[in-house]
């Protein structure tokens, strides 16, 4: 019986796609609802400059586009009626604590007052000698002021009661882009200026000038408080920068993740469950480069990204973690909505059960559905769970198949049509264990007998299978020698493997030359 040698089987490559995070799959989730619109966005003819959500439910929000501020239902995304009092294109607009009134700055340089339900026009604030690009209501109880930074390079700060102006607050030396106001007080507020600056104020301070100054280093075009009040985010020139208000204007990080000049940040949340303390503060930033960057200043590090058509100028996020805005530099506005849930409580069997249920819109899972017996099977095991795996199924090449069948020679010339030799020796060894090997050369026709002898040609030499293909050629020539006489194929392989054997016995006594050389003076080597 011819001698067996192991045969390494060849490695599979593993796949190269990655899994998505928990929090990509979150960021994705956010997509144009089908009941709406079959386009990818809503499209108005002028650049969108400003977005803003309304604090109370259901969360409707504007935009602000030429000369008009367009308002959107929170609850079904349609557009309401277009507030269009302006006599100039529209650059800012802002929500009141309560959600009931609106503010809007045109580049006329007047802030106009709205009533966000009935849209009529309340209060004009006049007093900016150029544009109006920043206007901001404080975020607390304060409902009868706001502030407003222009292209005059001044801030001011509005009793909106009154129309006046109560404080110039002056500063800055070039155009007043953006502003925001605390989280935690009324009466302070940051603003950021074409002049790099960004300047912290309180309108308590007597002097009214700013109580601190921040330097981006680049043209200010967007600046954020953070929920804490402490953190102050600033974007400018490819650069969203964070700032310690509380530490004296620390710098502590400063991110470079865009390729063009970031326009607009404002805060985003990742909901991880039911409640507040169940939701994550991210800080979303757009930029000329098409981008939407998601940013968690907890680690430090961009968690998602994702990329438009087009340049982009505003973003909004709704409160409630359910609608996402972006407004573009050619008049496009592309909406992203989670699907809802529903939760609702019912009392069965004397214990009251709380129940999630997706939108009502969606279609209900039946057992004559494929999908229904496929449910279940992504949800991942918490801890204490037995885990059962499922075994994979072994794809198995032909020339096993055929072996399962008892099928041996045509196993056999299965595996020589691949022309791999570990398979083709694999296959030989079962063979040869089978005590089936022989029958199977015998039963061979030419064209396979070729094959077979191609194959020893190529691979007897080789010290890896020269064990048992040598000793299998010399019983191939025993068995099938008048078949070999015959064809003058045959013989030519027969010639080339004696030609390759006489080479290969020449190359071993050359090699047992050049060793009884060296032994003798390894051993002298040796000794010393």
Known sequence: MAEAFPVKPKLRPTSSKLTPTPEAKYWRSFKIPKDIETTPSKSFTFPINSIAFSPLAPHDFVATHSASVSIFSGK?????????????????????CDGKLLAAGDLTGTVHVFDAKSRSHLRRLKGHAAAVRSVSYPRAADKLHLFSGGDDSVVKYWDVTTEKCVFNLLGHKDYVRCGDASPISDEMFVSGSYDHRVRVWDVRVSNASSVMELNHEKPVESVLYLPSGGLIATAGGNFVK?????????LLYSMESHIKTVTALCMG?????????AEENRILSVALDGYMKVFDYAKLKITHSMRFPEPLLSVGFSPDC???????SKGNLYIGRRKAKVESEEVVGGFQWKIVEDDPGRKVLRPSYFRYFQRGQNLKPSEGDYLIKRPKKLKMAEFDKLL???RHREALVAALNRRNPESVVAVMEELVARKKLMKCVSNLDTEELALLL??????????????????????????????IKSSDQLRSYIRNLKRDVEEEIRIQQSLLEIQGIISPMLRIAARS
């Open 404 to 406: 399962k069948k008892f």
């Open 454 to 483: 191609a194959f020893l040609q190529k691979y007897s030499t080789m010290p890896r299978y020269a064990g048992l293909l040598t000793r299998l050629a010399n019983k191939v020539v025993e068995l099938r020698a008048e078949d």
């Open 322 to 328: 359910s609608t996402r805005v972006i407004g573009t």
């Open 76 to 96: 079904t995304l349609e557009p309401k009626p277009t507030i269009s009092s302006f006599s100039d294109t529209a650059a800012a607009v802002s929500f009141r």
């Open 269 to 277: 949340k990742v909901a991880r469950g039911s409640g507040e303390e």
């Open 242 to 250: 964070i700032w310690d208000v509380i530490g004296g204007g620390k």
